[in-house]
C-alpha cells in the first residue's frame, strides 16, 4: 500500500519509474511498476492519471501497451503534501446529521398530533390495507 498523501505518493512513483528503467532499461508499464512496487495496478493507474495530469509524467502509447517516463519531476514540489481527508467519511457525517433532523421532524409532528400509539395504530392500519388511506382531493 502506497502513501496516504499525494506527494509521497509522487515521489515513490518517479522513482520506481526511474529504477525500473535503470534495471530493465526501457520504461516501464504499469504490470512492471505493479511488480516492483508491490501494489495494484488500479491504484498505480489512479496515481499515474493524477501525475500526468500535472504534466509530472508523460504515458507512451503503443499498440495496446502503455509506458510511462518522467517529464517534470520539479513539479512533484507543487503537490499538497498532508494526506486528503476522506470524503467518505465527510459523507456518512452529513448522512447523520440529516437524518438525525428527520428523526427530531419526526418526533415533533409525532408529539404535535398527540397520542404516539394513535398514530402508530393509524400507520400500521394503513400498511396492511392500503385502501384506508385517504387521499387529499386536488379539488378540495
Known amino acids: 500500500m502506497l502513501p496516504g498523501d499525494l506527494y509521497s ?31 495494484s495496478e488500479e491504484e498505480l493507474s489512479r496515481i499515474s492519471r493524477k501525475l500526468e495530469d500535472q504534466g509530472i509524467v508523460g504515458v507512451i502509447l503503443s499498440g495496446g501497451d502503455a509506458r510511462f517516463t518522467i517529464r517534470d519531476h520539479a513539479g512533484i514540489e507543487a503537490l499538497p503534501r498532508s494526506a486528503e481527508t476522506p470524503k467518505m467519511e465527510e459523507e456518512v457525517s452529513q448522512f447523520k446529521t440529516r437524518q438525525e433532523s428527520r428523526l427530531k421532524d419526526i418526533e415533533e409532528s409525532l408529539a404535535r398530533k398527540g397520542d404516539k400509539r394513535s398514530v402508530f395504530e ?19
Open 9 to 39: 505518493q509522487a515521489h515513490l512513483f518517479v522513482a520506481a519509474l526511474r529504477v525500473f528503467d535503470h534495471l530493465h532499461g526501457q520504461p516501464p508499464s504499469l504490470r512492471g511498476l505493479s511488480d516492483l512496487l508491490r501494489v
Open 122 to 140: 393509524e400507520l400500521e392500519k394503513a400498511l396492511k390495507d392500503p385502501s384506508l388511506i385517504k387521499k387529499k382531493n386536488p379539488l378540495d
